[in-house]
């Protein structure tokens, strides 16, 4: 079995991958002209726009089901791997696969919306969707979903309990059998409840998660507000291999930067546009323009503030590529959140394992709750009328026992698992949106058009978009 994982491992993430990620990224950053930057305050006001209907949640509460998906372990456990193998300046790769990124997200989240679809009275969509209405190719939507719902269930979820038993392990010494199992159980809870709960149990749970390890973060980087600049000459001296102890492993920099990066932020892997479909909003761009500005929450903030936090404590360890190490401060220690927890017990003896094995359990509960939801979209799509109940409670049970069996996985293979199944969606998908892109490019030019208007208005047959079922027959405001 490892060899197989390996052989995977060697193929899907090879480098042209890496390279389709930054180029993609960079396409779509000039089409859309760097709409990233352009629309950050359109963005924020976005977020907070629109209400909830019978079909669908509210922006804000499809902002926070997306970005409880992307806030999870890569913001600690997975940081924290990038260091161990690419050195500090794998962190400069992860902020450009992020800025660059953020103009993936907006488009895959606006083609979510455009082509979503209603079923059993609520809206849905994602990649399988737009993949079928906007290109037309069935075979390849239906591949997508099955890859989706084998990855949110099986490939992916292991990463998210094994870091969460790890920390728990080191900051409470409980087993993580135990640790996976109760996770799993309070899991099971929300997920038999329906799509509804899953959004109210994110709108609730990620302000709270993110807003205090940031607000943790920010003591610590005021503590060490004098070290910031040699941190930042650290990450960016690294990055480009001109640092004598970390210019041998720039490949890994690289690698390690853009493959923890998406891991974390999710753009282009295809799972955004799952929450950003079940939006109701009066016009697709707002979507998009949200998801994107998830991104920077994502990883300019959260990622950032792990990565500070770990390199001002200098307690971390950098391997050379040959089973040897450049930095080793703690010896023994797998890469992982332990590296995070030693870094703020460093400056907070008496709290700070404990502080980062809490805040990793909200992490990964969120992106567990995300993981479920884009699984059962996807085989929502798959059954089209209505879901199969067996298919539904295998899927459940598969998820579940996936985390509990997961929390018993070695770090390494955990990971190797999460980055297969991150990898394969995320082919999958580039492919897509790079052939599907006018569509989410000609709804953005619409939506600067109208965006000062008091209310928006979204015909797909005035912008020659086909197969936007769910926004036809809309009736126009008398003001526009």
Known sequence: MGKIIDFLMSVIWSTPLIILCIAAGLYFSIRTRFVQIRLVKTMVKELFRGQSSDKGVSSFQAFSIAISGRIGTGNIAGVATAIAIGGPGAVFWMWLIAFVGASTAYVEATLGQIYKDVRGGEYRGGPAYYIEK????????????????????????????????????????????????GTAALLGVIIFGGVRRIAKAAELIVPFMAGGYILMAVVIIGMNISEIPAVFKLIFSSAFGIDSTFGGILGSAIAMGVKRGLYSNEAGQGTAPHAAAAAEVDHPAQQGLVQAFSIYIDTLFVCTATALMILFSGLYNVGDGNDGFLVNKLPGVDSGPEFTQYAINSFFPSIGTAFVAIALFFFVF????????????????????????AALLALRIVLLLTICLGSLNTSGRAWDLGDIGVGLMAWLNFIAILLLQKPAIRALRDYERQRKSSKLYFNPEELDIKGAEAWENREKPEDI
Request: hydrophobic letters at 50%; proline letters at 4%.
């Open 366 to 389: 969120t992106t567990l709750m995300a993981y479920y939801y884009m699984a059962e979209t996807n085989l929502n799509y798959m059954f089209k009328d209505k879901i199969n109940p």
């Open 134 to 181: 906007g290109l037309g190719i069935k075979w390849y939507a239906m591949f997508f979903a099955v890859i989706t719902m084998i990855s949110c269930a099986f490939f992916l979820p292991g990463v998210q309990s094994n870091s969460s038993s790890a920390a728990m392990k080191l900051a409470f010494n409980i087993d993580p059998l135990y640790s996976g199992i």
